[in-house]
């Protein structure tokens, strides 16, 4: 890609090593800096959304459950706040998958896998789990040297091993019993859980979702990010140079060398780098690369190598930010001594976030409008058309009401199209012969048979349209549905 | 046996000693992961094979060791499926037909429960939807042989038409030719008289007249008078436009001088009482036959 490097000055031959190697245990030393702290808030932030967002209460009313975020499946309905979605509405989730897919296309035009490293739940529960390892068995040397050792086991290093192992259990346990508190009354699931009166299914899913958080963020790790996961090999299809990426800026880094060297060469006029060549950036990185070797597969951007780095620079009296986010282009016209440019608004970007609009603003359109009395129709088919002994002809139709509010409805239905005809719906007395009226109850489907009777000459053609109002008598709410009106 | 002490020169693996072409393979075994768990599954599926039913004998097969049986799990399903849907079917077989048409939940449950029903037992004569065909009657339609109404339509299903059950309906349209008591001539002239009962358009030169006087002597006492048909003895409306057996002179000339008599098997005994319930509802919700 770039002309000016070679990468034989960026990466050492064994980088280009067999597609797959066996694994290197990776040490992540802890760090502080911006970035780090930027990812302790947004862990803080979205493990505490997705452990308490179920005890989140909402008022609809008497009879509908008041759990903010609910997907009631045996009811079939998903609640979120003031929402409430019938599984004929599942197209909603449709456009909230396009638009989070759109989102991440956006992240990355802007910012790289800024997803991957500060939100997604694999980073978010691998970091939490790191940080429960590190409080336990200490730092980066403390942990290499104690897996290294190969003393008999003392029961100090036993008890430590099992605390952690227990507590990162604990955290798995409870991640999975937050998921299945979504899908009921979480108070009241909680209270069966702890009595073992909870369905067996609730059982079933925490103990996955134990295994599997147990497994990923305990011992797959970084390996779920290089093997498992697609996204680092799309996104490499969908980045460009103007996005900001994790970049070690070789043009001030280079030529590595010590502190003193560097000061002594310096003095001589001679080219030197910032890099004092520590590692550190190295025994941060979760991935356990270095970020000095140019861009990788691996690297998820998480900022920390930018963090120890800074702290480095800060301490030998260089400017920080010898790693930072940074575009391709930059380091392009840095090495040709031309000033950094940085572009949020571009091509790319203004067409994902126009989609994001678009698909959105659609969305929000269709919810706020969206009809909450329904009518669904289906013609009768064997058979599609009866002569009665009269001579006139009837069609049966079987009509589905749809009444998705939060209180019952009074409803008369009547149909448009063959002339003179009447109504009947089948268990249902009309008081006015040709608008039988009747009762849903809120929040419930009703299947009426209706026919649809009209005298023998009236209607010439074979077939004519007819269309069925629904009418709510009370709000005059109105829904309508078409069919056909067919002569034998 | 092969030969492990064969070194490759390039990886310093040791190889197979299996040669093609001068081409050896290296010995790289499967992960021993891999390997512990595919003796596990030959020694699970051992287990299988003792505990499970599973080998065939000469006259049966063995039993395992649990006496499990696929055969003694449907059962119980089944039984377990009767229980939940036994509160339901108990409250369809006490309410009364006329209250189950006014119950939407009941009705609900005896329209769907009569349609699956009507689809394995009528189906067959009647048609899927009740459309009947030629000879059985359409279901859909307000005429109605022995009757529309909930019980009338409810009795039809549990006797039967001329069934051979004690409560049967009976009622036969004589063979007024086969049995020699009209003679041919007669017997178009009748079948055109019948027609005009209908409004249909009748032969030329046909004497209605004479046609009326046979009807009188041979028909009425069945089809009553003007042929308005008598549900007591499911003799058809003869004056509406609705034809079992076809309205055209010819159809009307076969069913005079051979008679007719379709069955109807009753279905009490076959099917519950509950069942024949749902399935009388569900006939009458065809087309709310009176
Ligand atoms: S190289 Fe830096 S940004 Fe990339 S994963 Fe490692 S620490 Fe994070
Ligand atoms: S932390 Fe900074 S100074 Fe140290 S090796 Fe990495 S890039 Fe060089």
Same mark, same amino acid.
């Given at each position: 890609?770039? #002309?000016?490097?070679?990468?034989?000055?960026?990466?050492?031959?064994?980088?280009?090593?067999?597609?797959?190697?066996?694994?290197?245990?990776?040490?992540?030393?802890?760090?502080?800096?911006?970035?780090?702290?930027?990812?302790?808030?947004?862990?803080?932030?979205?493990?505490?959304?997705?452990?308490?967002?179920?005890?989140?209460?909402?008022?609809?009313?008497?009879?509908?459950?008041?759990?903010?975020?609910?997907?009631?499946?045996?009811?079939?309905?998903?609640?979120?706040?003031?929402?409430?979605?019938?599984?004929?509405?599942?197209?909603?989730?449709?456009?909230?998958?396009?638009?989070?897919?759109?989102?991440?296309?956006?992240?990355? %035009?802007?910012?790289?896998?800024?997803?991957?490293?500060?939100?997604?739940?694999?980073?978010?529960?691998?970091?939490?789990?790191?940080?429960?390892?590190?409080?336990?068995?200490?730092?980066?040397?403390?942990?290499?040297?104690?897996? #290294?050792?190969?003393?008999?086991?003392?029961? +100090?290093?036993? %008890?430590?091993?099992?605390?952690?192992?227990?507590?990162?259990?604990?955290?798995?346990?409870?991640?999975?019993?937050?998921?299945?508190?979504?899908?009921?009354?979480?108070?009241?699931?909680?209270? +069966?859980?702890?009595?073992?009166?909870?369905?067996?299914? @609730?059982?079933?899913?925490?103990?996955?979702? *134990?295994?599997? *958080?147990?497994?990923?963020?305990?011992?797959?790790?970084?390996?779920?990010?290089?093997?498992?996961?697609?996204?680092?090999?799309?996104?490499?299809?969908?980045?460009? +140079?103007?996005?900001?990426? $994790?970049?070690?800026?070789?043009?001030?880094?280079?030529?590595?060398?010590?502190?003193?060297?560097?000061?002594?060469?310096?003095?001589?006029?001679?080219?030197?780098?910032?890099?004092?060549?520590?590692?550190?950036?190295?025994?941060?990185?979760?991935?356990?690369?270095?970020?000095?070797?140019?861009?990788?597969?691996?690297?998820?951007?998480?900022?920390?190598?930018?963090?120890?780095?800074?702290?480095?620079? *800060?301490?030998?009296?260089?400017?920080?930010?010898?790693?930072?986010?940074?575009?391709?282009?930059?380091?392009?016209?840095?090495?040709?001594? #031309? @000033?950094?440019?940085?572009?949020?608004?571009? @091509?790319?970007?203004?067409?994902?976030?126009?989609?994001?609009?678009?698909?959105?603003?659609?969305?929000?359109?269709?919810?706020? *409008?969206?009809?909450?009395?329904?009518?669904?129709?289906?013609?009768?088919?064997?058979? $599609?058309?009866?002569?009665?002994?009269?001579? %006139?002809?009837?069609?049966?139709?079987?009509?589905?009401?749809?009444?998705?509010?939060?209180?019952?409805?009074?409803?008369?239905?009547?149909?448009?199209?063959?002339?003179? @005809?009447?109504?009947?719906?089948?268990?249902?007395?009309?008081?006015?012969?040709?608008?039988?009226?009747?009762?849903?109850?809120?929040?419930?489907? %009703?299947?009426?048979?209706?026919?649809?009777?009209?005298?023998?000459?009236?209607?010439?053609?074979?077939?004519?349209?007819?269309?069925?109002?629904?009418?709510?008598?009370?709000?005059?709410?109105?829904?309508?549905?078409?069919?056909?009106?067919?002569?034998? | 046996?092969?030969?492990?002490?064969?070194?490759?020169?390039?990886?310093?693996?040791?190889?197979?000693?299996?040669?093609?072409?001068?081409?050896?393979?290296?010995?790289?075994?499967? !992960?021993?992961?891999?390997?512990?768990?595919?003796?596990?599954?030959?020694?699970?599926? /051992?287990?299988?094979?003792?505990?499970?039913? &599973?080998?065939?004998?000469?006259?049966?097969?063995?039993?395992?060791?649990?006496?499990?049986?696929?055969?003694?799990?449907?059962?119980?399903?089944?039984?377990?499926?009767?229980? /939940?849907?036994?509160?339901?079917?108990?409250?369809?077989?006490?309410?009364?037909?006329?209250?189950?048409?006014?119950?939407?939940?009941?009705?609900?449950?005896?329209? &769907?429960?009569?349609?699956?029903?009507?689809?394995?037992?009528?189906?067959?004569?009647?048609?899927?939807?009740?459309?009947?065909?030629?000879?059985?009657?359409?279901?859909?339609? =307000?005429?109605?042989?022995?009757?529309?109404?909930?019980?009338?339509?409810?009795?039809?299903?549990?006797?039967?038409?001329?069934?051979?059950?004690?409560?049967?309906?009976?009622?036969?349209?004589?063979?007024?030719?086969?049995?020699?008591?009209?003679?041919?001539?007669? /017997?178009?002239?009748?079948?055109?008289?019948?027609?005009?009962?209908?409004?249909?358009?009748?032969?030329?030169?046909?004497?209605?007249?004479?046609?009326?006087?046979?009807? &009188?002597?041979?028909?009425?006492?069945?089809?009553? =008078?003007?042929?308005?048909?008598?549900?007591?003895?499911?003799?058809?409306?003869?004056?509406?436009?609705?034809?079992?057996?076809?309205?055209?002179?010819?159809?009307?000339?076969?069913? /005079?001088?051979?008679?007719?008599?379709?069955?109807? !098997?009753?279905?009490?005994?076959?099917? =519950? !009482?509950?069942?024949?319930?749902?399935?009388?509802?569900?006939?009458?919700?065809?087309?709310?036959?009176?």
């Amino acid at each position: 890609m770039n #002309k000016t490097v070679n990468p034989k000055d960026l990466t050492s031959d064994d980088d280009y090593g067999p597609l797959y190697a066996a694994r290197k245990k990776v040490y992540p030393q802890s760090v502080s800096g911006t970035f780090r702290r930027i990812k302790w808030g947004l862990m803080a932030f979205c493990l505490g959304v997705y452990y308490f967002l179920p005890f989140v209460r909402w008022n609809r009313g008497l009879g509908a459950p008041n759990q903010a975020v609910l997907i009631d499946l045996p009811n079939s309905r998903f609640y979120f706040f003031f929402i409430e979605l019938w599984p004929q509405e599942v197209y909603y989730f449709t456009g909230l998958l396009i638009v989070a897919a759109v989102a991440l296309f956006l992240m990355n %035009s802007i910012g790289g896998r800024i997803w991957c490293g500060y939100l997604c739940p694999q980073t978010v529960w691998t970091d939490l789990f790191y940080a429960v390892e590190r409080l336990i068995e200490g730092d980066r040397r403390e942990r290499m040297k104690k897996d #290294k050792s190969s003393d008999p086991m003392k029961l +100090e290093r036993i %008890s430590e091993i099992v605390l952690k192992h227990s507590i990162w259990l604990l955290i798995a346990w409870w991640t999975g019993g937050a998921w299945v508190l979504y899908f009921n009354d979480a108070p009241t699931l909680v209270k +069966e859980l702890v009595t073992f009166q909870a369905p067996m299914i @609730a059982y079933v899913w925490i103990g996955i979702l *134990t295994a599997t *958080t147990y497994l990923l963020a305990g011992y797959m790790r970084e390996q779920v990010c290089t093997y498992m996961c697609p996204w680092p090999r799309i996104q490499a299809a969908l980045t460009d +140079e103007w996005a900001l990426n $994790v970049t070690y800026r070789y043009d001030r880094g280079e030529k590595r060398t010590s502190v003193k060297k560097a000061a002594e060469l310096r003095a001589l006029g001679e080219q030197v780098g910032d890099c004092v060549d520590c590692y550190q950036c190295v025994a941060v990185c979760p991935t356990g690369i270095d970020i000095r070797n140019g861009p990788q597969m691996e690297c998820i951007q998480c900022g920390l190598c930018i963090d120890a780095c800074d702290n480095v620079m *800060t301490k030998i009296g260089r400017p920080k930010r010898l790693i930072g986010y940074d575009n391709d282009i930059n380091i392009q016209r840095r090495q040709e001594g #031309k @000033a950094p440019v940085y572009r949020i608004v571009r @091509a790319r970007t203004i067409v994902y976030s126009a989609i994001i609009a678009a698909i959105g603003g659609f969305m929000i359109y269709t919810l706020a *409008t969206r009809s909450l009395l329904d009518v669904n129709v289906l013609h009768d088919r064997n058979p $599609v058309a009866v002569k009665l002994s009269d001579g %006139s002809i009837r069609n049966a139709y079987t009509v589905r009401l749809l009444n998705k509010s939060g209180y019952d409805r009074v409803i008369a239905i009547d149909a448009h199209g063959p002339a003179n @005809a009447t109504v009947h719906v089948i268990g249902v007395d009309s008081v006015t012969p040709d608008r039988p009226m009747i009762v849903i109850p809120r929040d419930s489907t %009703s299947e009426l048979r209706l026919l649809v009777t009209a005298p023998a000459d009236s209607n010439q053609e074979k077939s004519i349209p007819v269309r069925f109002h629904v009418t709510d008598i009370g709000l005059g709410e109105v829904a309508t549905a078409t069919d056909n009106f067919v002569s034998p | 046996m092969t030969d492990h002490s064969d070194i490759d020169a390039v990886t310093g693996k040791s190889t197979t000693g299996h040669e093609w072409d001068g081409i050896k393979e290296l010995n790289t075994p499967l !992960p021993r992961w891999w390997v512990i768990s595919f003796y596990l599954t030959i020694i699970w599926s /051992i287990g299988y094979w003792i505990v499970y039913p &599973a080998w065939p004998l000469i006259s049966s097969n063995t039993t395992g060791v649990f006496g499990y049986s696929s055969r003694a799990d449907v059962a119980v399903e089944l039984g377990n499926l009767e229980k /939940i849907r036994g509160d339901k079917m108990m409250a369809l077989g006490a309410a009364s037909l006329a209250d189950i048409e006014k119950d939407p939940a009941l009705l609900a449950l005896a329209r &769907a429960k009569g349609k699956t029903v009507f689809g394995d037992n009528c189906a067959p004569c009647h048609g899927s939807g009740g459309a009947g065909a030629k000879g059985y009657p359409n279901l859909n339609d =307000d005429d109605w042989l022995w009757g529309g109404s909930l019980d009338q339509i409810m009795q039809t299903i549990q006797y039967g038409v001329r069934s051979g059950h004690a409560k049967t309906h009976e009622g036969q349209m004589l063979a007024f030719g086969k049995d020699g008591v009209l003679k041919g001539d007669e /017997i178009v002239t009748v079948a055109n008289y019948v027609r005009s009962l209908a409004g249909l358009p009748t032969r030329k030169g046909f004497d209605a007249a004479k046609g009326e006087k046979i009807f &009188a002597e041979n028909c009425v006492a069945c089809h009553g =008078d003007g042929g308005k048909g008598n549900r007591e003895l499911g003799a058809p409306d003869l004056t509406d436009k609705i034809w079992l057996y076809g309205s055209d002179e010819a159809s009307l000339i076969e069913t /005079i001088s051979q008679g007719r008599a379709g069955v109807m !098997p009753a279905w009490e005994g076959r099917l =519950d !009482p509950a069942t024949i319930k749902a399935m009388a509802v569900y006939v009458h919700s065809l087309g709310g036959g009176k």
